[in-house]
Nanobody, 127 residues
Framework: QVQLVESGGGLVQAGGSLRLSCSASGRALRNYAIGWFRQAPGKERELVAV????????YYADSVKGRFTISRDNAKTTVYLQMSSLKPEDTAVYYC????????????????????WGQGTQVTVSS
C-alpha cells in the first residue's frame, strides 16, 4: 500500500486559486494512478481528476474541466491539483487516492478501485 497526505487547502474568494498537494510514501508512486476526489456536505463523493502512473493519461470531471489541472512528479512522489477560477460550489473536502487496479493507460473512475486514501483537506470558496 501507499500512504498519502494532502495539503494546501484553505479559504479563498471566488475566482481565486489554490494548489493542493498529495505526498506519497511507501511503494513506488509510478505504479499508481492518483485521483482527486471531493465531498461536499450532504453530497456524494465525486471524482474530480485522475492521472495515470506515467502522467500522460488524464481525466477531468466536466465540472472542473478548464479550471483544474492535475500533474504529478514521480521523483518527488507528489501529485498536484492546481485549482483556478474557483467557485463556491467547489467547496468540499478534497481527498487524494491511489489505485493500481487498472493496467497500462486505463484510468480508474470509481472510488471502489482505490485502495489508499489520504485524510482530506478542506477547501472553502467564499462568494
Amino acid at each position: 500500500q501507499v500512504q498519502l497526505v494532502e495539503s494546501g487547502g484553505g479559504l479563498v474568494q471566488a475566482g481565486g486559486s489554490l494548489r493542493l498537494s498529495c505526498s506519497a510514501s511507501g511503494r513506488a508512486l509510478r505504479n499508481y494512478a492518483i485521483g482527486w476526489f471531493r465531498q461536499a456536505p450532504g453530497k456524494e463523493r465525486e471524482l474530480v481528476a485522475v492521472v495515470g502512473g506515467s502522467g500522460s493519461n488524464i481525466y477531468y470531471a466536466d465540472s472542473v474541466k478548464g479550471r483544474f489541472t492535475i500533474s504529478r512528479d514521480n521523483a518527488k512522489t507528489t501529485v498536484y491539483l492546481q485549482m483556478s477560477s474557483l467557485k463556491p460550489e467547489d467547496t468540499a473536502v478534497y481527498y487524494c487516492a491511489a489505485s493500481d487496479s487498472r493496467p497500462g493507460p486505463l484510468l480508474p473512475y470509481s472510488g471502489a478501485e482505490y485502495g489508499s486514501w489520504g485524510q482530506g483537506t478542506q477547501v472553502t470558496v467564499s462568494s
